[in-house]
Structure formats: C-alpha cells, structure tokens
C-alpha cells in the first residue's frame, strides 16, 4: 500500500501525461474522428518572454509541439491538419524574428521529411507562397514533391497566409473565368467559391484549436470557419502536446452540431 502511493507520488509529468494519452485515445469514438483540424500555432513569443529568453526561443520550442500533433493528428487517421505558421500580417514584425520563422520552416521541412514521408503524410503549403525567401520556397517546393504521393494525412502549411486575401485571389480567379466567358456570373455558388481557395477540394474544418489564451479568428480561414467548431485553451503552444489534442478531440466529440438546423 505504501509502496503504490510513494510510487504514485514519484510519478514524472511525462508518464502522467502517457497515462492520460490512453485514457483520451480510449474515449475516442474512432468513427467520429473529425475529418479537418486546424490549429493557430499561438502564444510562442509570451512563452520565452515569461521565461526571459528571446522570442526565437518560443518560436523553435513550437516546433517541437508542431511535430507531437502532426505525428498524432497522423496516428488517429485524421485527413486534414492545418497549421497556421506565418501570415500576411506577421511580415510587420523585426526582419530578425521572420529569419527566424522562415529558418525553422527550412530546417523542420529538411529534418522531418524521411519521417512525414514514412507516416504517408502529405505536405502542402497555402498562402502566397511565391512571395516567401527563396530557400524558404526551395524548401516547400522539396516538400511538396516528395511527399505527393503520400495518401495519408494532408499537413496543410499556412505560411504567408491572409483568409481576406485567400478571398481577394479566389475571387480575381472567377473574375478572369467570366470575362473569358468560361463561367457564367449566375453559375457563381458557394461550391465555386471553395473550388477556387487554396484549400480546393478539402473538406472544410471540423474543429478549430487556438492555444494561448486569445479569442481571435486573426485572419484565418475565414470561408473555411463558417460552421467550425473552437477550442480555445490558455495553454501556450510551445507547451501543447499530444494529451492536448486528444482533449480537444475527445471535447469535439460531445458537441451537437446542428449547422443552423435543430438536430
Ligand atoms: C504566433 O505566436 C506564432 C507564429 C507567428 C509562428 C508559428 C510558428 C511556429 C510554431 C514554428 C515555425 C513553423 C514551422 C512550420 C516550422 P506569437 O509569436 O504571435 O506569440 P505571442 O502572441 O505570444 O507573441
């Protein structure tokens, strides 16, 4: 009797957290799985700050949350992870913390591609990829071509990403179609809107998670959210794990969406 309660009391936080790993993965009804996830990678630049190390420091430990939920989001068979790691917005910061960004991107592409690849996992990038650094977009390009034919998980990367201007190109692309006359003005309807964003063909998402804290949307697929679900922790990113999913998940799962109906 002794024995197990100093044996319990000697437990470290990570065999607590695999212990609630199973419990999580067992409540989850594995037909209920959402299909699309994503996430706004968010509160990086507090958490170093709280621990008087500079923003970059958070920025590289959310890399390490990133791999822990693309490696489950794979495991439970999700089809669509989206990640939010850089946006229209964020080229306003110091050019010193966009190096950083775009060098984490380069170097986590560069080190977890054998494994991406041998977990089946697609890897796409959205935004306007074209205005990125050119290693940055080396990088993706890489990416993108190695793991095409990965029929697994979709990592949807959101790098130099804005849903307004997501938006703005989507309709441009419809425009250019009218005025060619390969599209009529009353053909235009919310599944010709979808077919020409950058997340095409992808189911929309189911659940939508933001970490650290803040109640904002920020700019993130913005046509995409009209029926998601939030979940919304003050947990900071760099110290979101795979329990933290799970959680999310398992909460998703007793929500009754009605998507504007009454069932
Ligand atoms: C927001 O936190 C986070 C970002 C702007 C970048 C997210 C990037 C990563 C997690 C790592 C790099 C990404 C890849 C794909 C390798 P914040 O800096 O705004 O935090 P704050 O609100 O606390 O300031």
Redesign the pocket.
């Known amino acids: 009797m002794i024995k197990s309660i100093v044996n319990f009391m000697r437990r470290s936080p990570e065999r607590e957290a695999e212990e609630n790993e199973e419990v999580l993965k067992a409540r989850l009804d594995p037909s209920r799985i959402p299909r699309h996830v994503a996430v706004i990678?968010?509160?990086?630049?507090?958490?170093a700050l709280r621990r008087g190390m500079p923003?970059a420091y958070?920025?590289r430990a959310?890399?390490e949350s990133?791999r822990d939920v693309v490696r489950v989001s794979s495991e439970i068979g999700l089809q669509v992870l989206t990640?939010y790691?850089?946006s229209t917005e964020?080229w306003k910061r110091p050019q010193e913390e966009i190096d950083v960004?775009m060098n984490?991107?380069v170097e986590?592409l560069h080190k977890e591609i054998d494994e991406l690849c041998r977990n089946n996992v697609r890897v796409r990038a959205i935004g306007k990829i074209d205005e990125l650094p050119a290693h940055a977009r080396r990088a993706v390009a890489v990416a993108h071509e190695r793991t095409k034919n990965c029929t697994g998980l979709v990592l949807n990367?959101a790098l130099n990403y804005g849903g307004r201007t997501e938006l703005v190109e989507a309709v441009r692309a419809i425009a250019v179609k009218v005025a060619g006359n390969e599209l009529s003005p009353d053909d235009i309807n919310q599944e010709v809107i979808s077919r020409h964003l950058y997340t095409a063909g992808q189911p929309d998402p189911d659940l939508l998670i933001r970490p650290?804290g803040d109640y904002r949307v920020s700019n993130f697929l913005l046509w995409q959210l009209a029926y998601t679900e939030f979940w919304l922790t003050d947990v900071m990113?760099p110290d979101f794990r795979r329990v933290h999913l799970l959680k999310a998940l398992v909460d998703f799962q007793r929500r009754h969406r009605r998507f504007g109906g009454l069932n």
Do not use: C, K, P
């Not at 990678?41 to 958490?47: A, L």
């Open positions: 990678m968010d509160g990086n630049g507090r958490w923003r958070g920025h959310g890399v990133l990640v790691a850089f964020n960004l984490l991107l986590y990367i650290s990113w």
